[in-house]
């Protein structure tokens, strides 16, 4: 499927007459809890570009919040799940076998890292991937607690959602019906950091407070059952931490027998130059989720663990939908694209031209206040002033707005950082036609 987008085309000022009908149907039909980060009303999309319905082509320097990085309606993709819809669409996983689920799982864990065998499970999103990790951690270790990082977003069930603290607005009425038994220490967020040290210096303070105060005095480590972790934090503002902490959380696991979860929900794909985040970091998890890019858009997610932790009593953990044959099958032609196509170079090639334009944006405009940069996965962290980093919010919308109008998408998180997340088949040029409306939208948005 090609639409032939050839750049950017503003045809009437976003949104348009057809998307502001929409939107008005959308604010009485659905939830009003749903953000809505731009007034993009989506029509149809291929490769870096999204149209909307009133005609206006946008570059994608989002992928809906890290999802369609193998690029919108890839080819390959839409022929793989429109050729299974003709054959089978849905087998009830519970009770019986599919070609694909078995094909996915077998290649699936053999990219993942530890030289040890491992099992899979299927579910439909992100979240649900922690519930089924968290049920793996506590069926084997029988143990009540679990220790989560702050400005970690791990879902929004009630089980993900005890472990999440982004933001306080989806914790609000639902903390006495969370899940219970979690304690919270502090991410190496080394540009605001707690204990106000500057790394490397830092002796990693953020480490020692989980070491000396959360497992001493919070929650006691023959009490807990795992401590989950983002490689880097997605929600949070794409913030990237030094290797050794994400190595000093693996190694405080491993000598208090507490299983590690590294959700690998936004990370995985090639994003950070590698297949995995956590083969860049040097961890071997117990439990590993991944969801968001594994089906281009389709609703997919995969927990994987040492197979002995999955090997549990029959009936304890199901459901009908996982796994489901059109989604598996493009999430087979996804896993192609990485293992057989060179994606992951892809990503790594699209992610130095990127950060070469970054670099060059951020001593141009004093709005930028920190750069964190892996791969294809770019946090901009916008302040007021450099000297008292003083979160600039209002200024981030803004910037969202304004580069919205000019046809650039992208996605806040966060206090006041922009989250990059582009197509990894992205051209230099889309690259840096990109990144000069970042640069003239920088300069509005600073005014």
């Not at 000396?212 to 997605?234: S, T």
């Not at 297949?275 to 609703?299: H, Q, R, T």
Request: charged share 20%; net charge negative; hydrophobic share 40%.
């Amino acid at each position: 499927m090609s639409f032939n987008y050839t750049g950017i085309k503003i045809v009437t000022d976003p949104p348009g007459p057809k998307a502001r009908e929409w939107i008005g149907r959308d604010n009485t039909a659905l939830t009003t809890s749903l953000s809505r980060t731009s007034d993009l009303v989506a029509l149809r999309a291929h490769g870096p570009y999204v149209e909307d319905v009133d005609g206006n082509v946008f570059l994608d320097f989002g992928s809906g919040i890290a999802v369609s990085v193998m690029g919108h309606t890839e080819d390959s993709v839409v022929k793989a799940v429109r050729d299974q819809a003709g054959e089978l669409i849905h087998a009830n996983s519970c009770d019986y076998l599919t070609l694909p689920q078995v094909e996915y799982a077998e290649r699936f864990v053999k990219l993942c890292p530890g030289d040890f065998p491992k099992r899979a499970f299927f579910s439909n999103s992100g979240a649900e991937c922690i519930e089924c990790g968290i049920k793996v951690a506590k069926y084997n270790t029988r143990r009540a607690g679990s220790i989560a990082f702050l400005g970690a977003f791990h879902g929004r069930f009630m089980g993900s959602l005890a472990l999440t603290t982004n933001s306080p607005v989806s914790r609000r009425r639902y903390i006495a019906s969370m899940m219970p038994g979690v304690a919270f220490a502090p991410y190496a967020y080394c540009y605001r950091c707690p204990f106000k040290q500057q790394y490397p210096g830092c002796n990693l303070e953020c480490l020692q407070y989980l070491k000396d105060n959360v497992l001493e005095r919070v929650i006691p480590k023959e009490d807990c059952a795992f401590i989950v972790v983002e490689p880097i934090q997605g929600a949070g503002g794409f913030i990237i931490p030094p290797k050794e902490f994400l190595q000093g959380v693996q190694e405080v696991c491993r000598e208090n027998d507490i299983l590690l979860m590294v959700d690998e929900v936004q990370t995985a794909f090639g994003k950070t130059g590698y297949f995995l985040a956590s083969e860049y970091f040097g961890l071997e998890p117990d439990i590993l989720c991944v969801s968001k890019a594994i089906a281009a858009g389709l609703p997919m997610g995969i927990t994987v663990t040492r197979s002995e932790l999955m090997e549990w009593d029959l009936n304890t953990h199901e459901n009908t939908l996982g796994g489901n044959p059109v989604v598996l099958a493009g999430a087979l032609a996804v896993l192609d694209l990485y293992e057989n196509q060179g994606f992951t170079d892809k990503a790594r090639q699209v992610g130095e031209w990127l950060q070469a334009g970054m670099l060059q944006l951020q001593e141009k405009h004093e709005l930028i206040g920190d750069l964190r940069m892996l791969g294809t996965m770019i946090g901009i962290e916008l302040v007021e002033d450099r000297q008292t980093k003083e979160p600039a919010a209002a200024k981030r919308d803004r910037l969202i707005e304004l580069a919205f109008k000019k046809g650039l998408l992208t996605l806040g998180a966060g206090k006041s950082s922009i989250r990059l997340a582009p197509v990894h088949t992205m051209t230099e040029d889309e690259v840096k036609a990109g990144i000069a409306i970042l640069d003239q939208v920088l300069t509005e948005a600073a005014k």
